[in-house]
């Protein structure tokens, strides 16, 4: 069983910054871990992921501007998001699966959810 617990998130002006983390508990090793993203009335899309070989899959909409670490003893991963726009406004999710596979930006490929951190970017 893993538990994910976002903190961070919040209110931006456009052009701006903020920060996501997401800490895990598990016994188990985490393969696949990052972000995804939802607006109501629209499905879940991944953001970014990274695995645990330091390997990064990320949304055409995130590159550039979003930068994902991870903390492998502490099982944290930490979301950077520069360059903010009203587009990026959505409830954020930290994901992760201990599948040792390719990672994916597929929300049905992770078995495990964080309860979510709402950004709101605004002009």
């Known amino acids: 069983q893993v538990q994910l617990v976002e903190s961070g998130g919040g209110s931006a002006q456009v052009g701006g910054s903020l920060n996501l983390s997401c800490a895990a508990s598990s016994v188990e090793r985490i393969y696949c871990m990052g972000w995804f993203r939802q607006v109501v009335g629209k499905e879940r899309e991944g953001v970014i992921i990274?695995?645990?070989?330091?390997?990064?899959w990320s949304a055409d909409s995130a590159k550039g501007r979003f930068i994902i670490t991870r903390e492998y003893i502490k099982n944290k991963v930490t979301l950077e998001m520069n360059s903010l726009n009203p587009e990026d406004t959505a409830m954020y999710y930290c994901a992760a699966d201990l599948f040792d596979g390719d990672c994916s930006l597929a929300s049905a490929s992770y078995a495990y959810w964080g309860q979510g951190t709402q950004v709101t970017v605004s002009s």
């Open positions: 990274m695995d645990w070989y330091a390997n990064v």
